[in-house]
């Protein structure tokens, strides 16, 4: 009898899960190389360098507080610096090391300079000198600390100063620190005037021109050290929803507080002494680690002012303009075309103003009873809210559900729940402890003696600004099984009834996730029985420890698995020769959720509001829905998964140990970039920018 052979390992002791943190900077970094590529035009380069320290920013807002918290409360005794925080510090490290290094000198050589106070010529000097006392000092209220005066309440993320002063003060005391808080309202950057600048293009930084005249704030004392600083704090706002009776409310209030959480990183000038930081360190209560030194503005998001007063069109992209959508027709009926099939409109390269005009068309039309849409990030300024509140106006019943708690928009979204109100919507928040973060739009009409549904979907949010600036799928439909488990979910998230049997939709968090499971478990099933199988998904993020089990298995049973993940991915890819990851990062922020399925000879297409985490899985409201029709199928196969398998340009690919390297050589001129194939297949000219996180 022979020996039994050993079990082999668990999947996770073969292939550990790489870290969440570590990947989400290693994606910062793939952002940061835009910073870098001399294909890029150089105030676009500047602009990804703000994009970084936004994505950066956020970070420390939302995951950095377990840290903190861990050594607040002694948990790591150690000291060393802890594994997320170094890395952080090389990345941004590397951030200052570019502006510096790379972006700084090659605005020189386009005539465009910002100028340090030591930098100035006597005029420019003067000019500085004049904005101060016309239009700065009058802002600032400098504290000096003493036991009537203590540290003041620094808000997150605003701009700072910290003074050592020497002498006494009026009352004979030696209070040697002050604060200086700088309003918001001041703008960070500003251009000197061309009678100053000798023909240049010229900036001065805020900072610069308060640390130039600190003096004039503390007459009759000497200015020792100083610095100027910022503190980052934790902002995820928490709400008890089961406790609160008013979630509207406990969120507005909550907004003022996220200003004064609990501070997790402090930035102060390179040339800070050691003794202001410290004080600076014990005052917010963080680590050594926690300090970071930078050689320039501790604020590069606000240089993206620089990128508009320069005014150079020349050094930006060539402006794109969408198309408008190839499956409709400008001016035409879009219910009477979906009465035909459906359509699948891809952003930003064709335009979101077929889904403008869709609504537009529901709130005209007198035959339309009824308009239910979902509301997640729309943004201050959005058509689309205009509309509904005119479709209330003009006695169609509308339904808006509205999550309150999208993070970093919840003030936009309470505005607009209070606007939809006030005409007379019916607003509803969704589910408690649930964010509704499915993407929809309902319209029934009658017509004739029935009722028709008709529909959209997408997945990403109804905000025309991002549409313009994201790769997202808007599917419009009016099929009759879809429209119906639409209308379904609507009154589920209306009244919290039994969410009946859906025909079509899987949805979060009742079937998506196990669903998700399934389908990567056949395709497993038909590779080990020789039949071959087949995964490709596209997403933003791969974090749930469940379906990254799946494709483990289905991989190790011989499936073929390609994964396109733009940001944080813990599957650790290349350690198994079925599996591949790759990150596109492109001029557009890849956004779009696609997941097509093969087991055997049977194929599927999904797309879907949800990435393929834990959160959106089981704590969200989520949709996903079958795309059937061959020629729609077909389309967006080509367009958003094999022509990003291919792309060369701008795509990145992980390997060993979770490290991703790029595709192509910096200056690979016949690189093959999906993004541009697309631009060139249903673009022209516009004035559309970048800005993205």
């Not at 004080?279 to 963080?286: A, E, K």
């Not at 106006?393 to 939809?420: C, H, Q, S, Y």
């Not at 990145?652 to 194939?677: F, I, K, P, T």
Request: glycine residues 6%; hydrophobic residues 45%; contains cysteine.
């Amino acid at each position: 009898m022979s020996p039994r052979r050993p079990a082999p390992p668990p999947l996770l002791e073969r292939y550990p899960l790489l870290d969440r943190d570590a990947s989400i900077l290693a994606f910062n970094h793939r952002v940061l190389h835009w910073a870098e590529r001399p294909d890029v035009p150089l105030l676009e380069r500047l602009r990804y360098l703000c994009i970084v320290s936004s994505n950066l920013d956020e970070f420390f807002e939302v995951r950095v507080d377990p840290h903190m918290a861990a050594w607040r409360s002694a948990a790591e005794s150690s000291g060393r610096m802890r594994p997320t925080l170094a890395d952080a510090h090389e990345l941004v490290a590397r951030q200052y090391q570019i502006f510096n290094e790379a972006l700084l000198p090659a605005m020189a050589q386009q005539g465009m300079r910002i100028v340090s106070h030591l930098d100035r010529t006597e005029a420019q000097r003067k000019w500085v000198r004049e904005l101060f006392l016309r239009e700065v000092k009058p802002l600032l209220v400098p504290v000096a600390l003493d036991p009537a005066h203590p540290f003041p309440q620094v808000a997150n993320k605003s701009l700072n100063f910290i003074v050592q002063l020497k002498g006494k003060d009026a009352f004979g005391r030696a209070n040697e620190i002050a604060i200086v808080k700088v309003p918001r309202v001041l703008p960070r950057v500003l251009r000197m005037p061309q009678r100053v600048t000798g023909g240049e293009t010229l900036f001065v930084m805020l900072s610069s021109v308060i640390r130039g005249n600190l003096a004039d704030l503390f007459p009759g004392r000497e200015v020792g050290a100083f610095s100027h600083f910022r503190v980052t704090r934790h902002s995820d706002l928490s709400v008890d929803e089961e406790e609160v009776k008013n979630l509207r409310t406990a969120l507005r209030q909550g907004l003022h507080q996220r200003n004064y959480g609990e501070a997790v990183r402090v930035e102060v000038s390179s040339a800070c002494s050691d003794e202001l930081a410290g004080f600076l360190l014990h005052q917010f209560q963080l680590p050594p680690e926690a300090l970071f030194r930078v050689q320039g503005p501790v604020n590069l998001v606000r240089l993206q002012q620089l990128i508009d007063l320069a005014d150079r069109r020349d050094l930006q992209f060539v402006p794109y303009k969408a198309s408008y959508p190839a499956a409709l027709r400008k001016g035409e009926s879009v219910m009477a075309r979906l009465k035909q099939g459906d359509v699948v409109c891809h952003l930003p390269f064709e335009s979101f103003d077929g889904v403008i005009d869709f609504l537009r068309e529901a709130v005209q039309d007198p035959q339309v009873l009824a308009i239910k849409q979902t509301i997640y990030r729309t943004g201050n300024d959005s058509r689309m809210m205009d509309l509904l509140i005119e479709a209330q106006r003009r006695g169609k019943e509308v339904t808006a559900v509205v999550e309150l708690k999208a993070r970093f928009d919840e003030e936009a979204n309470i505005n607009w729940a209070e606007r939809l109100e006030r005409a007379g919507a019916q607003v509803v928040y969704g589910v408690v402890g649930l964010k509704t973060h499915a993407k929809m739009l309902l319209i029934t009409r009658r017509e004739g003696r029935q009722l028709r549904r008709y529909g959209h979907l997408s997945t990403g949010n109804y905000n025309p600004r991002t549409a313009a600036l994201y790769t997202d799928i808007s599917y419009l439909t009016a099929d009759a099984r879809l429209t119906a488990d639409m209308d379904r979910l609507f009154v589920h998230l209306a009244s919290h009834s039994r969410l009946p049997r859906m025909q079509r939709m899987l949805l979060a968090p009742f079937t998506l996730h196990k669903q998700m499971l399934a389908k990567i478990e056949a395709v497993g099933q038909a590779a080990r029985r020789g039949l071959g199988g087949r995964v490709v998904a596209k997403m933003n993020a791969l974090t749930d420890q469940p379906l990254i089990e799946a494709l483990l298995r289905a991989g190790d049973a011989g499936a073929k698995i390609d994964l396109i993940v733009r940001g944080a991915c813990m599957l650790p890819g290349q350690l198994t020769e079925n599996i591949r990851v790759r990150s596109i990062i492109g001029r557009f922020l890849e956004h779009s959720r696609v997941f097509y399925f093969r087991a055997g000879e049977r194929e599927e297409l999904w797309l879907s509001s949800a990435d393929w985490m834990n959160r959106n899985m089981l704590r969200r409201v989520e949709t996903a829905w079958p795309v059937t029709d061959p020629g729609l199928r077909q389309r967006i196969i080509d367009e958003c998964l094999v022509a990003y398998l291919y792309d060369e340009a701008d795509a990145w690919v992980q390997g060993a140990g979770g490290a991703y390297s790029r595709v192509a050589e910096d200056g690979a001129d016949s690189a093959l970039s999906a993004q541009q194939a697309l631009m060139a297949r249903y673009g022209s000219n516009s004035e559309e920018g970048l800005e993205w996180t």
